[in-house]
């Protein structure tokens, strides 16, 4: 039986950052509360991060995920904002004390996307081609497989990595497809790559909604946007990243997806150049028992129930087994801003 909504608030204010893909994606947020609490004002507040000013160096070296969120948790803390909308691939692994990601909504396309006005594939490229990602482990995977490619770092917003495409300071770049799809510009994919090719990373493609910890009516009221089938899938994700400690310094990569109540998650983590790495593949029910709702929450009315701390538990025991076969070695310490883990 559906649950009735609670009491709706007066008012609400998303933290956003001010790229087109991050007010985008506040905008999907507002317009799914004002469609659930249509007397409910909702604002954005929009704000440029520390990650968004710096963009003549890569994040592994001037301080990973957490410059992409803190000055949104900082209107948190102070009140000026009650939620912020984040990509969860930009989010670290362990927040800050006296926050918590309250819902997970569903996903997107997680995979990663080929784009490029003259190639159709990685494979296409011919020896000495310029690739942008701004990722290690992207950067670590096509190195990999395609050694006679040099890849180049590559920074800024979503339009600013299309421009200088476009500009031809790259012959191809990789982005995540989420974002691609979510600013309807599908059409520039030349190649969804498929997780053999570049698994994804921690989280990609998903949202999660963050608010300051001991607010129980808010998040209440945001409860209706948890989607728990994703949540259970990035949870996964997430612990495997976490246990591993890897920051934006660290070639590391988490997939999951749920298959007839099984979660089958894949991991991989490597050396920067890719020549070395490790995985592991495994899955497990992630069904929850039905005696114990309350480790347990509900996708949609009548859909199955998700146990997301048995998906978490899977997550742990594949960081486990890699940690045991040698994973500590490509390892490398978290940034000061990372809080800890990424």
Not at 101 to 113: F, G, K, N, V
Not at 126 to 152: C, K, N, Q, W, Y
Not at 216 to 232: D, G, K, Y
Request: aromatic share 4%.
């Amino acid at each position: 039986m559906t649950q009735p909504l609670p009491v709706p608030p007066a008012r609400l204010v998303i933290a956003s950052r001010e790229s087109r893909l991050a007010m985008w994606q506040a905008e999907h947020v507002r317009e799914r509360l004002q469609a659930l609490y249509p007397q409910c004002e909702v604002s954005i507040l929009g704000m440029t991060t520390r990650g968004d000013q710096i963009l003549d160096r890569s994040l592994s070296k001037i301080g990973g995920k957490g410059l992409f969120v803190k000055e949104l948790e900082n209107a948190l803390a102070d009140g000026r904002a009650d939620l912020a909308v984040h990509s969860l691939k930009d989010v670290p692994m362990v927040l800050p004390e006296g926050f918590e990601l309250t819902a997970i909504m569903e996903r997107e396309d997680p995979h990663d996307a080929f784009v490029s006005p003259r190639y159709a594939s990685l494979a296409e490229l011919p020896a000495g081609a310029v690739v942008g990602t701004s990722s290690l482990r992207r950067a670590a995977a096509i190195s990999a497989r395609f050694p006679r490619l040099r890849i180049e770092p590559l920074r800024g917003n979503l339009d600013t990595r299309l421009g200088k495409l476009d500009r031809g300071e790259y012959d191809a770049i990789v982005l995540a497809a989420a974002g691609l799809k979510r600013l309807g510009l599908g059409e520039r994919i030349r190649a969804v790559l498929s997780p053999d090719e570049s698994l994804p990373a921690a989280g990609q493609g998903a949202l999660g909604i963050e608010i300051r910890a001991g607010r129980p009516e808010l998040a209440a009221w945001l409860a209706p946007l948890h989607h728990a089938a994703t949540a259970a899938c990035v949870g996964a994700e997430r612990e495997v990243a976490r246990a591993l400690g890897g920051s934006c310094q660290t070639s590391l990569a988490a997939h999951a997806v749920i298959d007839g109540g099984r979660l089958k998650l894949r991991s991989w983590v490597s050396s920067p150049d890719g020549r070395e790495s490790l995985s592991d593949a495994r899955e497990g029910s992630v069904l929850a028992v039905v005696a114990a709702p309350a480790a347990a929450a509900v996708t949609d009315a009548g859909a199955a129930r998700i146990d997301e701390a048995a998906a978490a538990a899977i997550g742990a025991a594949a960081a486990a087994d890699l940690l045991a076969n040698g994973a500590a070695r490509f390892i490398a310490p978290p940034l000061a801003d990372e809080g800890g883990a990424a």
